[in-house]
């Protein structure tokens, strides 16, 4: 089961996310990891929308335990998207393939599965944020999965060229 999904999961990076790393890094000149860590941002607000609602519903009701465990799933959230975001900066400058692109495998199978969970519950708007949240984590662990293109190169004259390091 876990090959099938490596496959699946290869094939989504090499035919979807790195094309979009791609495009997007030659048109505005953003790294992949610098994509990555928008993503994060908009998965942190789409986790506390999400939140949001039933946080102050325990709050007016005066349920101090409720309260008290969706303040605690509300930190828990964006801790895990913080540690993403620390380990999207820890492999930052590494060349070529990614190394998140395999130990990040297992990460991005529950996101999808709990994505497409999401889509056949959807309803309300805590499930559209929560939604939201989903996707913009998935495609940020995606694009943390994408290989660093290469250095490009400016001029060839008489066998000489300059390379130009990616900005990042």
């Given amino acids: 089961m876990l090959q099938r ?6 094939a989504l990076i090499e035919r979807v996310f790195q094309p979009a ?8 000149g953003f790294d ?3 994509i990555a860590g928008f993503c994060l941002d908009a998965s942190s ?18 349920q101090a335990g409720a309260g008290l465990l969706r303040v605690l799933l509300l ?18 400058a590494v060349r070529g393939m990614s190394p998140l692109r395999v130990t990040m495998l297992p ?10 969970w999401r889509l056949l519950t959807l309803g309300g708007f805590a499930n559209v ?13 995606y694009l943390g999965a994408c290989a660093a293109p290469p250095p490009r190169c400016l001029s060839r004259k008489a066998g000489e060229g300059r390379m130009l390091r990616q900005p990042g």
């Fill in 5 to 10: 999904f490596a496959y699946f999961d290869g």
């Fill in 21 to 28: 790393a791609d495009t997007v890094s030659h048109h505005f």
């Fill in 32 to 34: 992949r990891l610098r």
């Fill in 45 to 62: 607000i789409g986790w506390i929308l999400s939140q949001a609602g039933s946080l102050s519903e325990a709050v007016a009701r005066w």
């Fill in 75 to 92: 930190m828990l959230g964006l801790l895990a998207l913080g540690s993403l975001r620390l380990a999207f900066q820890r492999v930052g």
């Fill in 107 to 116: 990460h991005r199978g529950v996101l999808l599965a709990l994505l497409c």
């Fill in 129 to 141: 944020a929560d939604l939201a949240a989903l996707s913009f984590a998935l495609c940020a662990l």
